[in-house]
């Protein structure tokens, strides 16, 4: 059971690598990337839960019980910690406005705070930085400024590929030092039914998903899924970590795991590229979105929410906003430190999205314009396509003019909404 665990650590770092040099549909990069942080994390979750059941000859039906319930325990119990520290983290970086050199350093102490203490009192340390990383995105983000966030980012990649280089350098020294014991028979079985696990389990799960799902995996998509279960430095640091004296065959183990890693990343890894160009798998779009397009995509969605809303039916645009409009009212004003300005929603989102393709544009290697001189309906496309025009300026709205109009813009909303709850009151009356 260890071993299984183990192998099914799934690291397609070369497949995220390919994706993303080859602009691969925004779907299959969110599966298998977030198939690979979760796997992790219950990869390990699971690796110590069958560590505490060594030596143990007999199981009963309450040993079961109490290994779901430490299951739910640890992993639950990780997400908890990881998400108090995003919150404390949030909270700190509302305050470093006039201290902007110690904003990196608030990122990465409060995440590797999050993994040491859910480690300390036993929980995931994986499931901990997860959750830490989800809750510190949208409130440290919105806080930090623009250099703190190149700072963190470019740092944490380089981090990153040399924490991996460093991991694949260790696999090839013990894969030269040894001690190996190799069995032709184990070696083999474990290879081929890695593979055919892989192909079970991915084809198991998307027949039960697509049946609620309208934009359906098609065979090609799972194809890829399934090709794309590479074992990497998460499989070979368990092996490399178990016990000689608990585990006798634990060179046999290690042996097989290092032929696992090297038959799925030099020949999965270095095939699926051309195997995507030759199944010509669906591509994302070149470009980013104007603002026009955001704007209107949000517009779309809350128009879906307020049908749904009419029609009775509680589907995920409903949700969706009951959900954003809680996360602004409630939790942004207390992690947020502009959200108590007085600025209009429509004016803070259009110069949030103004900085944010001004900065991408920057960094494709495109020279910026200042930003104020940026018609609203320009995109990225445009601005780098098309002569440059004449400088047109916003023109200036004064305090008193904002609000009056944030005044007549929320009248005709309550009018829409009591309008919008006589309809309901009367669909009710009938059924």
Not at 101 to 126: C, K, N, Q, T
Not at 307 to 312: A, E, L, P, Q
Not at 358 to 377: C, F, H, K, W, Y
Request: net charge neutral.
């Amino acid at each position: 059971m260890i071993f299984s665990a183990i192998v099914s650590a799934v690291d397609p770092v070369a497949v995220l690598a390919v994706f993303e040099e080859i602009n691969i549909n925004e779907l299959l990069h969110v599966l298998v990337f977030g198939e690979s942080l979760l796997n992790d994390a219950v990869t390990v979750v699971l690796y110590h839960l069958f560590e505490e059941y060594v030596g143990v000859t007999s199981f009963s039906a309450l040993d079961v019980v109490l290994a779901v319930l430490c299951f739910l325990v640890v992993s639950l119990g990780g997400v908890l910690v990881g998400a108090t520290y995003g919150i404390l983290a949030a909270l700190t970086s509302r305050f470093t406005t006039n201290l902007r050199v110690i904003e990196p350093l608030l990122v990465f102490v409060y995440s590797y705070m999050a993994y040491l203490s859910a480690e300390v009192f036993h929980l995931s340390g994986i499931m901990s930085l997860i959750a830490c990383g989800v809750v510190m995105r949208p409130y440290v983000e919105a806080n930090m400024s623009h250099k703190s966030y190149t700072t963190i980012k470019y740092f944490l990649k380089m981090w990153s590929s040399v924490s991996e280089t460093l991991i694949f350098i260790f696999l090839g020294v013990s894969t030269v030092a040894g001690p190996h014991d190799w069995n032709w028979t184990f070696v083999t079985v474990s290879v081929v039914l890695s593979l055919v696990s892989r192909v079970l389990g991915v084809v198991g799960l998307t027949y039960i998903i697509n049946k609620f799902r309208i934009a359906k995996l098609t065979p090609t998509d799972q194809f890829i899924l399934a090709y794309g279960g590479l074992r990497g430095a998460i499989a070979f640091s368990l092996g490399f970590l178990l016990k000689p004296q608990h585990f006798p065959m634990r060179n046999m183990f290690l042996t097989s795991i290092i032929t696992i890693v090297f038959f799925t990343v030099f020949v999965q890894g270095m095939t699926i590229q051309p195997l995507v160009e030759l199944l010509a798998v669906k591509r994302k779009r070149e470009g980013k979105g104007s603002i026009n397009e955001e704007i209107h995509t949000m517009f779309m969605d809350h128009l879906l929410a307020g049908i749904d809303s009419v029609c009775g039916h509680y589907g995920h645009h409903l949700w969706k906003d009951k959900l954003s409009r809680f996360n602004r009212r409630y939790i942004q004003p207390c992690l947020v430190a502009e959200e108590g300005s007085r600025e209009p929603q429509l004016l803070a989102f259009y110069n949030k999205m103004e900085m944010k393709q001004a900065i991408e544009l920057v960094q494709s290697g495109g020279e910026a314009r200042p930003l104020r001189t940026v018609d609203s309906s320009a995109s990225i496309q445009s601005i780098q396509s098309q002569e440059p025009a004449r400088d047109r300026r916003l023109p200036k709205v004064s305090v008193d003019q904002q609000a009056e109009i944030l005044k007549i813009l929320r009248r005709k909303l309550q009018k829409a909404e009591q309008k919008v709850g006589k309809l309901e009151g009367a669909g009710w009356a009938w059924w």
